[in-house]
């Protein structure tokens, strides 16, 4: 295995993200192949019995182990780092593999964190009922308001943790003020970048500290396997996560490594692609049912925000009708559009919250951070948008709409 000549970060690192997505951490075997090998191996072997010791001794370059290295992997964790602007990367082997990590590796009994009352349904449950259980401290506010952080800092708080734009009610978080309250502090900022991915916005340019993806969403993008990681400095991936996933085993698996790699290749294209037709959807919806939520309309209330901190829309938003007998006849109306929870998808699909992503969310929370009964949210693909368009205008006719 070679580093492609050119591979030094003082040289990638000059590339543009475009570059960034097809060459970044390309190492190559003796044979020289173009697209990325995939190396489906749990081990490695030594010549001699003194490489095994010098290796796990950290004295001899190598590999050891796939739980801790394995080539497919850390090419994937170079070119995300470098699409990042991050130091350093550490792929899991799911988003909330990821996130519970990211958390877990830094936090301990007697710490505590204020976390975003928008958020996927487990994310709210790693901070309402797992580090509680271990004697870390949790309080929830509204992330759309940076004062709202400010109020919630106790002299024991280490860290942030919210996503913007928040899944599913598309809430943004104003990055620059809420990064910078953290800082200020001494306080560590986690943010679930998965829903616009570093294509659309970078929160490390803001001053977060610490990035967390599911990368089963747009950085696969086609649905087909699921990734998560994290992203930060090189000495919080290497003394601060490194320890806790070597020995706790979230890693990810070669082959999904592989995929994600190479959907990483064309995640520029499709997300904004997807970001035109979403668009071009929301305008359609918008008038025709109860409120879209999505941060680039004009309706949006954070509409100046979500522009000034992302590149485009996105793929994702959300809408509402009036209950769940609305929603439920709207979502079993479609006939192109696909009823699934799955999202950042190169298809369009559709589901309903309340009953799915967020079910394991008690229900007064559910309503307090805005997922009601008649919330709906639409992940739109790359299906020619009048297609998506024609679906939808014929299932809301069906539900009265
Ligand atoms: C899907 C998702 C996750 C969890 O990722 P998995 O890969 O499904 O484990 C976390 N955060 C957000 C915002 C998500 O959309």
């Not at 001053?207 to 599911?214: E, F, L, M, P, V």
């Not at 209330?301 to 007998?325: K, Y």
Request: proline share 5%; charged share 20%; with cysteine.
């Amino acid at each position: 295995m070679k580093r492609k000549a050119g591979q030094d970060r003082s040289i990638t690192a000059s590339w543009r993200p475009a570059t960034r997505a097809i060459r970044g951490g390309t190492a190559r075997s003796e044979w020289g192949e173009t697209s990325e090998a995939l190396f489906l191996t749990s081990g490695y072997s030594y010549d001699r019995a003194e490489d095994a010791a010098a290796r796990f001794a950290g004295e001899q370059v190598g590999m050891t182990y796939s739980r801790l290295q394995n080539p497919t992997v850390e090419m994937l964790e170079e070119r995300i780092s470098l699409l990042e602007g991050a130091e350093a990367c550490r792929t899991m082997a799911t988003g909330m593999a990821a996130m519970t990590a990211a958390l877990l590796c830094q936090l301990e009994s007697g710490d505590h964190l204020v976390g975003g009352r928008a958020a996927f349904g487990s994310c709210r449950w790693l901070t309402d009922t797992l580090l509680p259980k271990f004697g870390i401290a949790t309080t929830i506010v509204d992330a759309r308001d940076p004062q709202a952080f400010v109020d919630a800092v106790r002299p024991n708080t280490k860290v942030f943790f919210f996503e913007t734009p928040a899944n599913p009610t598309m809430d943004v978080v104003d990055l620059a003020a809420v990064c910078a309250i953290a800082r200020e502090r001494g306080i560590r900022t986690v943010v679930d970048n998965a829903f616009a991915t570093p294509a659309l916005q970078r929160p490390m340019e803001y001053g977060a500290d610490i990035t967390a993806y599911s990368a089963t969403k747009m950085m696969d993008g086609q649905g087909r396997v699921l990734a998560g990681a994290v992203c930060g400095t090189r000495s919080f991936i290497d003394e601060v996560l490194l320890p806790f996933t070597r020995n706790t085993g979230p890693t990810l698996a070669p082959f999904n490594a592989w995929v994600v790699m190479k959907g990483l290749e064309t995640l520029d294209l499709r997300i904004r692609r997807q970001s035109d037709n979403a668009l071009a959807v929301a305008r359609f919806l918008e008038g025709r049912v109860k409120r879209v939520n999505c941060p680039f309309l004009p309706s949006h209330p954070q509409h100046n925000l979500a522009i000034s901190q992302m590149d485009a829309a996105g793929p994702i938003f959300s809408l509402e009708v009036e209950d769940r007998p609305q929603a439920f006849a709207l979502l079993n109306g479609l006939a192109l559009v696909d009823i699934s929870n799955n999202i950042g998808d190169s298809r369009s699909l559709m589901t309903h919250p309340a009953s799915t992503t967020h079910s394991g969310v008690a229900e007064e929370k559910r309503i307090e951070m805005g997922v009601t009964e008649g919330l709906l949210r639409l992940n739109v693909g790359l299906e020619d948008p009048a297609d998506v368009i024609a679906d939808l205008d014929q299932a809301l006719g069906g539900a009265g709409l």
